[in-house]
């Protein structure tokens, strides 16, 4: 018995372990939809009624697939703690602690359902070479983000000295220039925040074309640790 | 005779093929533009009555060579069933359907008419490159859109909980909110939403930062099947 | 006497060669900045003579160069329509054809002189490998350009049907939906047009992600070219 | 006595140099985010004189190191020359400087103490391999640079031609149009400046094309550098 459903709920090797995979699949992204029609303005409370149901039923699934994980892996504190055990876990929690508790507050904890949509990843094999393409060039991202964080501080002190004197509502303090400066560096700019005085305007120029060949590391690293991985394949 | 036309329609190897298949595709590119043409408010009545002889006569063409594809072709239901087939039959399919029904609703099956432009392609050995290309990263692609849109309904749900509270216009539910996710992620951001508060920007900040990290992805493996693409060459 | 002007005016292989160049170099870049100037509204008239004294010293000096090019040339009229010859000569011509012709339309011309700069690079062997990597993937980049203008026109085409009920100003036909098409598909986006619908915005999605994919294309042949290039060096 | 302070100050093989090393650079962190929180306005009397009194801790705490460092490197004019040794100086300079003379003008010499972080990377070795990637692409870069500026240039003229007539005051110079022309070209283009001409818009749609060829050279470049650097790794 506890063989068979291991084969069904751990394994997805057989038929029936792979249609039961599809159909947690199914469930967790129908949740998720669920989750986010219950945030439209002004919905019918029949259809509120509906999700509800929904919501408890896909909570019910999700409880007995969680103990039934406990119960049938060999180590079942090493499922607990690992990933995709906390990950497991926290899905459901939040319907446990709304009880007696204000529902609003703690409804954000859903937000690591999410996480769970990372599961239809488990054996795809492409992920792995994305994997090892990252790892390749790990050091090299971490030199580019913390060189990133160092151009946008820069950027942010230096738009506060040319534009908060004639944008003293915009530009505030330097954390207020952070948002302008993380939005242009990434060349999302909004249009809410924008230099007007031509030392601003020389000044994001330079930090622009700084900013470009920034932004052009981590393709390019990409682009080199994705060509050995796709040799070695 | 029909060998002829074989030799004039389908291949295009003579020199009278080529001067057919140049035809066409001039008479494509004009249908479209008369098309687009047909869109402009205020046009002239006089313009409109030559736009319209014009579809008839560019349809007319059409017609013929969809006929003569289909008396030509070996297996002419093979040519029926196939991507060019049908689309050859779509273009020109709008014209004769519109004859009683109302036009205005029909006409939005024209849009059909400019996968012919796909035909400009069809001996172009370079297309195959690139096709080999994507067919090199197909698994990995599907990998980065899963991502990206989980990436997206993330940044949907995160937002909501920041900006829903002061903003509650524009950032109504998850929904509308998965409109800034998509243009924000993509460094598309018309201006039309934003966040504004601290935490949103904060936020915001993140996910643009892991947006920009996938954004390399493709870009990344594209340059790689590429490379290994023209090596091969 | 020829031999030695030679040497200075087309060579510069020698000192007085390269000061020569260099001299012309920078008499074009501060030409440049005069012609900007003159843009200026409300300047002074005392600036506005000195700019007009500058652009006729610059002429001369540019006539007697372009004189020098064709007398001493062995082949002077292969030179005079060379690619770099008509550009000398148009640099020029605006000013002696300004004479009793209004200035104000003419004035467009010197937009031409701006070409001259690319003599800067005339000895730069790295530009050589920036041109052999351009021409490797010349047809891919073809096929770019055609699919981008392919995608393009079918954005302007469902944007049009989508926001034009709603939008007519802006939205007005398929040729002003255009103008969106392309500053949203290469992310620029200024905010002047975007979509409200939502069938605009899911159309929007769909067509920045096909966009995406495909502003890969031209990065990622490029990196693939210059990995070739820069192999062979 | 002063072999023992070299292995703190200078060196950091040692335990107590790595603790000297991460002291001073979380002091660095430190002084960066006080220095922005006195930028935050209406800010409490209270907390602006734990920042003064934390301002002078941190420079104290710099100038003695700076002062170890002259005196146990052994050509200390060497090191005082160095980068290193004229942004240590530069990072505690406007302290002493600002007693008796205006505050508020000098403090933007601050920036400098900025560059301080750079420190953070002296032993890191894959800070070399993105240093060599530039450095095979040194010319090409510049080329890139070069052909920007006209770029940017020629489309400044541009756009003043078209616009100038109907948008006289946002379109004011070729200057002003430059700032259009940067935005544009980058795809940052916050909303503030954008052609309303038919023949601006077209001028803009070519600009944008060749832009964004342009814009892929850097990222295409340092992919193919990392590809060489990643495979001597």
Do not use: C
Not at 44 to 52: A, C, E, V
Not at 196 to 205: A, P, Q, S, Y
Request: net charge positive.
């Amino acid at each position: 018995m506890k063989k068979f459903l291991y084969k069904i709920v751990i394994e997805s090797d057989s038929r029936r372990g792979r249609f039961f995979d599809l159909f947690i699949q199914i469930l967790i992204i129908l949740s998720l939809v669920a989750f986010s029609i219950e945030t439209l303005p002004n919905l019918d409370s029949r259809y509120q009624s509906i999700l509800n149901n929904f919501e408890i039923f896909s909570v019910i699934i999700f409880s007995i697939e969680y103990l039934l994980r406990v119960f049938l892996t060999k180590s079942f504190l090493k499922y607990m703690f690992s990933f995709f055990g906390i990950i497991d876990f926290l899905a459901i929690l939040p319907f446990y602690l709304s009880t007696g508790i204000d529902l609003r507050s703690i409804r954000i904890f859903r937000l690591f359902r999410l996480f769970r949509i990372f599961k239809l990843f488990k054996y795809n094999k492409a992920l792995d070479r994305i994997n090892s393409a990252f790892n390749e060039i790990k050091n090299e991202l971490v030199i580019f983000l913390v060189a990133t964080t160092f151009l946008i501080y820069f950027a942010s002190i230096g738009i506060y000295y040319f534009e908060n004197p004639v944008q003293p509502e915009l530009f505030k303090s330097v954390f207020h220039s952070m948002w302008w400066a993380v939005t242009t560096l990434t060349t999302v700019s909004y249009g809410d925040m924008y230099p007007i005085t031509n030392g601003g305007k020389i000044f994001t120029t330079l930090i622009i074309f700084i900013g470009i060949g920034m932004i052009s590391i981590p393709t390019g690293l990409l682009a080199s640790a994705f060509s050995k991985t796709i040799k070695n394949k």
